[in-house]
């Protein structure tokens, strides 16, 4: 199976843009379906985005919408979460996680499989 790694949080102002990247590694990166989510501490974990294994079919929660963007490259094992505008809200530790289905979007937390250590988001305000 594939092992994650989550880069790119950091702190940002309110407005700012963060990309984040997952980079998978073991088996073929191309056999996984992929989503980011994030959590605050004392809250559910949330769903933010999606992609398909091939990445064809991608799905950006309606609240993110317009100002979120999920990628892959499968050449590179990665997945991106681009982050425009963001908002002190959006604070959060970020994971990325896969799922071994070949062309389907999985929105729901509980049925991935794998997913990366996290990493952290900070928006000032």
């Known amino acids: 199976q594939v092992e994650l790694v989550e880069t790119g949080g950091g702190l940002v102002q309110a407005g700012g843009s963060l990309t984040l990247s997952c980079v998978a590694s073991?088996?073929?990166?191309?056999?996984?379906?992929m989503g980011w989510f994030r959590q605050t501490p004392g809250q559910e974990r949330e769903f933010v985005a999606a992609?398909?294994?091939?990445?064809?079919?991608?799905y950006v929660a309606e609240s993110k919408k317009g100002r979120f963007t999920i990628s892959r490259d499968n050449a590179k094992n990665t997945v991106y979460l681009q982050m425009n505008s963001l908002k002190p809200e959006d604070t959060a530790v970020y994971y990325c996680?896969?799922?071994?289905?070949?062309?389907?979007?999985?929105?729901?937390?509980?049925?991935?499989?794998?997913w990366g250590p996290g990493t952290q988001v900070i928006v000032s305000s």
């Open positions: 996680a896969a799922k071994d289905v070949p062309s389907t979007l999985v929105m729901s937390g509980q049925e991935y499989d794998i």
């Open positions: 073991g088996r073929p990166f191309s056999d996984y379906a």
């Open positions: 992609t398909s294994a091939s990445g064809r079919s991608i």
